[in-house]
């Protein structure tokens, strides 16, 4: 899953802050999910896009959440004015038909 | 959304005995069936995968069941070994990619030496 990079590793906001989470999907995949993981609790489905659409995006909070896959470069999570509970590990991951590999996961710390 | 349901959160067994990982799905549509597994403050990363139109995937000492008409899959690993500690998570795909890729909440697996 080392084709999958999300940038940055680690992130330190301050409470309302804008936070930019960034995901190179693999070669050939066309595909990027967002999850995120709160401490104790398994991979929370955020958002599911394509390149320029985004096909499913039920697990998104309402309000400060967003996410983009442009034609060209990365897939971006983009949390405004964030919280303290915004604090979180975010994995991206990225399939093709028959496989999906995640990334490393970037870690959200809003102090 | 509870498409997939891993109904034990932890399992613990002795080094070198089979660990049964399982999981149960709802939706029949699903084509393939990916297994993960995610140490903690890591990516979750790809173990093994199964399509829909077999029944039994083996990689080492990763075996996967596929049981369509149950709903059902498990992951046997075995012998199994103390490093396989981790929490696994299966997870269906569609194969024309307007499903998102969801997950059960993983069984935590301990391995005692």
């Known amino acids: 899953n080392a084709g999958v990079m999300q940038n940055p590793r680690h992130l330190v906001r301050r409470r309302g802050q804008e936070a930019r989470l960034r995901c190179s999907p693999m070669?050939?995949?066309?595909?990027v999910y967002w999850y995120r993981q709160l401490p104790e609790e398994g991979l929370k489905f955020m958002v599911y896009?394509?390149?320029?659409?985004?096909?499913?995006e039920s697990g998104m909070p309402k309000e400060r959440f967003s996410a983009e896959f442009p034609k060209e470069g990365p897939s971006i999570l983009r949390i405004q004015q964030v919280v303290r509970g915004d604090s979180a590990a975010y994995f991206c991951?990225?399939?093709?038909?028959?496989?999906?590999?995640f990334g490393q996961g970037t870690r959200l710390t809003v102090v | 959304d509870q498409q997939v349901k891993q109904n034990s959160p932890s399992l613990s067994v002795q080094e070198g005995r089979i660990s049964i990982l399982n999981c149960d799905y709802t939706?029949?549509?699903?084509?393939?069936f990916l297994w993960y597994k995610k140490y903690p403050a890591e990516g979750p990363t790809f173990l093994i995968s199964?399509?829909?139109?077999?029944d039994k995937n083996e990689d080492g000492r990763f075996t996967v069941f596929l049981n369509k008409s149950a709903k059902h899959l498990s992951l046997h690993i075995v012998p199994s070994q103390p490093g396989d500690s981790a929490v696994y998570f299966c997870?269906?795909?569609?194969?024309?990619?307007?499903?998102?890729?969801?997950f059960g909440k993983g069984t935590k697996l301990t391995v005692n030496p």
């Open positions: 991951a990225s399939s093709s038909k028959t496989e999906a590999f």
């Open positions: 070669k050939g995949h066309s595909h």
């Open positions: 896009l394509q390149k320029e659409n985004i096909i499913d």
């Open positions: 939706n029949s549509m699903f084509d393939y």
């Open positions: 199964i399509s829909s139109i077999k």
């Open positions: 997870a269906p795909l569609t194969q024309g990619g307007s499903e998102k890729l969801v």
